[in-house]
């Protein structure tokens, strides 16, 4: 039976961070994708740009890496102060990069079948080898059988939904009426983006909002509009008028957000449709449901740009997400549970692993109802990523152990890079290797 140091399962923003630091620091380390690429919410979710966290982040050498690298490439543009903008194509490519360069192995296509314990230990992983075969016969324990076993002296979840702990039994956190509303991103090319920049400038003056910047002779911007009544928003006539008419329904104006991309120059991203009437994220039928809604709205949201804002006369469809951008689903029970007073407190920890002040941001599929609060600088400590149930198990990514309202803040990437990362250099402390 081949045998890891490290076990990464996940190949997301928190488990590339988890294995290439655990590669840079000596681990064996294997990282499991049941994709064919990395990246995640970053390239199979299209979640450009990853937002900025604040000035003390911790455990960032992995997304400094990532981001030279993607410079490099062509790929990333620094943008009201935030390098986080990323051009999710090239993003698959640099991440084999850097993966190879931390000599990291690296499974596509792969997925889990079951997970053998002893007591409270994780003994292997059992995978499907069939795929397997085309990579690496050194991972065939017999060519007669259907899966083969992979040991590791820890196993990193970071899976999103927690399927290591799930299949574990481990105890988790989350009640059926904790939910937020799942979004499906998409992109539209083919747009004079100096043109509609400009536009934006004119019709909305509210720089908290709309913000415009010529970088690299190349014009970028941002700019967002929901159906909540917090803000006085510019495009509310535009959204207002198509509804009427019946170009939308009422629904796709809930939320709308909007960023060009790095190395894209006539193509935009968006943070939309948010899908309000499927919010059971681990139920199978409501999510597919979730994907045909919310790929019916993307072709009404095209529509509209094309009619109601200036240079997306000639615009298309390019790219529609390959996995529903999930903001919550499982949350593992830890050694510490975090929680909404924490972060309102401000309260220091021994081991962080994360240091933010990413607003508390909970969505909702109501009208006036999504949580938006600023609530100053917060740390959460690595007992949060590490099972209560299982001894060599741990987590990074959304399923961090926390109650619903911090885990509203958590779930971000910039913070689940640091999760990755502060995990890893945590688990070397207890080796000292």
Same mark, same amino acid.
């Given at each position: %039976?081949?045998?890891?140091? =490290?076990?990464?399962?996940?190949?997301?923003?928190? +488990?590339?961070?988890?294995? @290439?630091?655990?590669?840079?620091?000596?681990?064996?380390?294997?990282?499991?994708?049941?994709?064919?690429?990395?990246?995640?919410?970053?390239?199979? +979710?299209?979640?450009?740009?990853?937002?900025?966290?604040?000035?003390?982040?911790?455990?960032?050498?992995?997304?400094?890496?990532?981001?030279?690298?993607?410079?490099? &490439?062509?790929?990333?543009?620094?943008?009201?102060?935030?390098?986080?903008?990323?051009?999710?194509?090239?993003?698959?490519?640099?991440?084999?990069?850097? %993966? &190879?360069?931390?000599?990291?192995?690296?499974?596509?296509?792969?997925?889990?079948?079951?997970?053998?314990?002893?007591?409270?230990?994780?003994?292997?992983?059992?995978?499907?080898?069939?795929?397997?075969?085309?990579?690496?016969?050194?991972?065939?324990?017999?060519?007669?059988?259907?899966?083969?076993?992979?040991?590791?002296?820890?196993? =990193?979840?970071?899976? +999103?939904?927690?399927?290591? /702990?799930?299949?574990?039994?481990?105890?988790?956190?989350?009640?059926?009426?904790?939910?937020?509303?799942?979004?499906?991103?998409? %992109?539209?090319? /083919?747009?004079?983006?100096?043109?509609? /920049?400009?536009?934006?400038?004119?019709?909305?003056?509210?720089? !908290?909002?709309?913000?415009?910047?010529?970088?690299?002779?190349?014009?970028?911007?941002?700019?967002?509009?929901?159906?909540?009544?917090?803000?006085?928003?510019?495009?509310?006539?535009?959204?207002?008028?198509?509804?009427?008419?019946?170009?939308?329904?009422?629904?796709?104006?809930?939320?709308?957000?909007?960023?060009?991309?790095?190395?894209?120059?006539?193509?935009?991203?968006?943070?939309?449709?948010?899908?309000?009437? @499927?919010?059971?994220?681990?139920?199978?039928?409501?999510?597919?449901?979730?994907?045909?809604? /919310?790929?019916?709205?993307?072709?009404?949201?095209?529509?509209?740009?094309?009619? @109601?804002?200036?240079?997306?006369?000639?615009?298309?469809?390019?790219?529609?997400?390959?996995?529903?951008?999930?903001?919550?689903?499982?949350?593992?029970?830890?050694? @510490?549970?975090?929680? =909404?007073?924490?972060?309102?407190?401000?309260?220091?920890?021994?081991?962080?692993?994360?240091?933010?002040?990413?607003?508390?941001?909970?969505?909702?599929?109501?009208? !006036?109802?999504?949580?938006?609060?600023?609530?100053?600088?917060?740390?959460?400590?690595?007992?949060?990523? =590490?099972?209560?149930?299982?001894?060599?198990?741990?987590?990074?990514?959304?399923?961090?152990?926390?109650?619903? %309202?911090?885990? +509203?803040?958590?779930?971000?990437?910039?913070?689940?890079?640091?999760?990755?990362?502060?995990?890893?250099?945590?688990?070397?402390?207890?080796?000292?290797?």
């Amino acid at each position: %039976m081949q045998k890891y140091d =490290i076990i990464v399962v996940g190949g997301g923003t928190a +488990g590339c961070a988890a294995a @290439y630091t655990a590669g840079k620091l000596g681990f064996k380390t294997l990282l499991i994708e049941k994709n064919i690429h990395l990246g995640g919410t970053i390239t199979s +979710g299209l979640v450009v740009p990853v937002m900025k966290s604040g000035d003390n982040q911790i455990n960032t050498d992995f997304y400094n890496d990532f981001t030279a690298e993607m410079k490099a &490439a062509g790929g990333q543009i620094t943008y009201q102060n935030n390098s986080g903008w990323f051009n999710p194509e090239l993003a698959k490519i640099v991440l084999d990069s850097v %993966m &190879a360069k931390a000599n990291v192995e690296v499974l596509f296509d792969t997925h889990i079948i079951d997970v053998k314990l002893s007591g409270r230990t994780i003994d292997y992983i059992e995978i499907s080898k069939e795929i397997l075969s085309v990579y690496s016969d050194t991972l065939q324990d017999n060519k007669d059988k259907l899966s083969v076993c992979i040991g590791a002296k820890y196993v =990193i979840d970071a899976t +999103g939904n927690c399927e290591i /702990g799930k299949i574990c039994g481990c105890n988790f956190l989350e009640n059926s009426d904790e939910n937020q509303p799942v979004c499906l991103r998409f %992109m539209m090319s /083919g747009v004079d983006v100096e043109k509609c /920049g400009n536009w934006l400038l004119d019709i909305d003056k509210d720089r !908290n909002v709309t913000t415009v910047e010529r970088i690299e002779g190349e014009t970028h911007f941002s700019t967002a509009y929901t159906w909540d009544k917090d803000k006085n928003w510019a495009l509310t006539p535009l959204f207002e008028d198509a509804v009427a008419k019946g170009i939308l329904k009422d629904h796709d104006r809930n939320y709308f957000q909007i960023f060009t991309v790095a190395g894209m120059p006539d193509t935009v991203a968006f943070n939309c449709p948010r899908i309000i009437d @499927y919010t059971q994220t681990l139920d199978v039928k409501s999510m597919s449901k979730a994907l045909q809604s /919310g790929r019916e709205a993307i072709f009404r949201l095209a529509e509209f740009c094309r009619k @109601y804002l200036p240079g997306f006369e000639n615009a298309f469809i390019s790219n529609i997400a390959d996995m529903l951008g999930v903001r919550v689903s499982r949350r593992i029970k830890g050694k @510490y549970i975090y929680t =909404i007073d924490d972060i309102k407190s401000g309260k220091t920890f021994e081991n962080p692993v994360v240091i933010s002040n990413y607003p508390v941001d909970v969505h909702s599929n109501k009208k !006036n109802s999504s949580t938006l609060s600023n609530l100053g600088e917060y740390q959460m400590p690595v007992e949060c990523l =590490i099972s209560d149930d299982i001894d060599n198990l741990f987590v990074a990514g959304r399923c961090v152990s926390a109650d619903f %309202m911090a885990q +509203g803040a958590l779930r971000v990437q910039a913070s689940c890079f640091s999760m990755g990362e502060g995990l890893v250099k945590y688990i070397k402390q207890l080796n000292k290797i």
